[in-house]
């Protein structure tokens, strides 16, 4: 992304329909593909096509369809996400694109209270990590049915994840407004911002992992300097529920998605952090996710309309 870009005129360029609601979406190391989750379904999508490359389905359950995000991995190869499958077991499955093939990495509980609402890849991609309930989970990427352990601690029913691939750091964050930050190699915990009463629904590390963003379900936004430990509160007032968070590849913006149907893109370079560069109104439902293509020219946004939209600045 040019650093001086007039962020003040934003266009939307494509926009794919799957005629269900949009629940997350993924960026590849390829700027020109992404991939989108509707139901049970993962679209793998190059940028300006009308088709998708690929389109992965997992089974249709009598217990319903929640649905788990999905997460590419470093390499561009894998997706992992959650299905519920059998008898209301929440498995964690590993999609090899290159193979066309799919395999189980395990069950991380069954039922309702463990509902898996998040999934990461290690930076090396040889683990992924899932959180549902009050548990987080370590699986092996090689091999099936392989836990690799849990990570201690007193969580309460955890709501998203993060990777910081600098320095190998996880974030985890609750529906009580806690965020616990581990190392993942030695699964130790190392830092913990006290809970804040409101669920945190994403979180995102900024691209040197220095910072740590959170958006809440009231509409805040905090970032967190894990150097220092000083807190930088946005001070725009906002009442509606965030559901995603994004860096831009260099740093310097920041895309949130809301309940209200709008995208806001903040300037990070703005101290105070209280200008949004631009108000993006275009669709019809909640936006439930929003992410920078790796190369900074596009961002990718998805909607309980059924849609997901390129935009890119002018």
Same mark, same amino acid.
């Given at each position: ?43 793998? =999508? ?33 997706? #992992? ?21 799919? $395999? ?26 899932? #959180?549902g309930g009050k548990t987080i989970k370590l699986w092996d990427t090689e091999y099936e049915i392989i836990e690799r352990?849990?990570?201690? +601690?007193? !969580? ?10 600098? /320095?190998?750091?996880? #974030? ?10 581990? $190392? ?8 913990i911002k006290p809970p804040s009463r409101f669920p945190i629904n994403s979180l995102a590390f900024s691209p040197d ?5 959170? +958006?809440?379900? =009231? ?18 007032? =906002? ?13 310097? !913006?920041?895309?949130?998605?809301? /309940?209200? $149907? ?8 703005? =101290? ?18 929003? #992410? ?5 020219? $596009? ?16």
């Amino acid at each position: 992304m040019n650093n001086n870009f007039n962020c003040t005129n934003w266009e939307n360029i494509y926009t794919y329909s799957y005629n269900q609601e949009v629940t997350s979406l993924a960026v590849f190391p390829d700027p020109d593909i992404f991939a989108a989750r509707y139901n049970n379904n993962i679209v793998v =999508q190059k940028i300006s096509e009308k088709e998708p490359i690929q389109t992965l389905t997992g089974t249709v359950n009598f217990f319903g369809g929640f649905s788990t995000p999905i997460v590419v991995d470093p390499t561009g190869e894998f997706i #992992a996400t959650g299905m519920i499958e059998g008898w209301d077991e929440n498995v964690i499955k590993l999609y090899n694109l290159k193979t066309n093939t799919c $395999k189980t990495l395990g069950i991380h509980g069954y039922g309702n209270l463990t509902r898996v609402t998040a999934v990461a890849f290690s930076p090396n991609s040889k683990t992924v990590i899932s #959180a549902g309930g009050k548990t987080i989970k370590l699986w092996d990427t090689e091999y099936e049915i392989i836990e690799r352990g849990e990570l201690s +601690g007193r !969580f309460s029913n955890v709501k998203c994840l993060a990777v910081d691939p600098n /320095d190998g750091l996880l #974030a985890i964050a609750s529906n009580q407004g806690a965020i616990n930050i581990y $190392k993942i190699a030695s699964k130790k915990e190392i830092l913990i911002k006290p809970p804040s009463r409101f669920p945190i629904n994403s979180l995102a590390f900024s691209p040197d992992g220095q910072f740590l963003v959170s +958006g809440n379900n =009231q509409g805040k936004i905090l970032i967190w300097n894990l150097r220092t430990g000083r807190e930088y509160p946005f001070s725009w007032k =906002q009442n509606q529920s965030i559901n995603s968070v994004a860096f831009s590849p260099n740093g310097y !913006f920041l895309a949130t998605a809301y /309940d209200d $149907k709008t995208i806001k893109i903040w300037n990070l370079k703005n =101290q105070n952090y209280s200008e949004h560069c631009i108000i993006m109104e275009e669709h019809d439902e909640a936006v439930t996710a929003v #992410a920078f293509t790796p190369d900074g020219k $596009k961002l990718i946004s998805g909607s309980k309309d059924g849609t997901v939209r390129v935009w890119r600045p002018v």
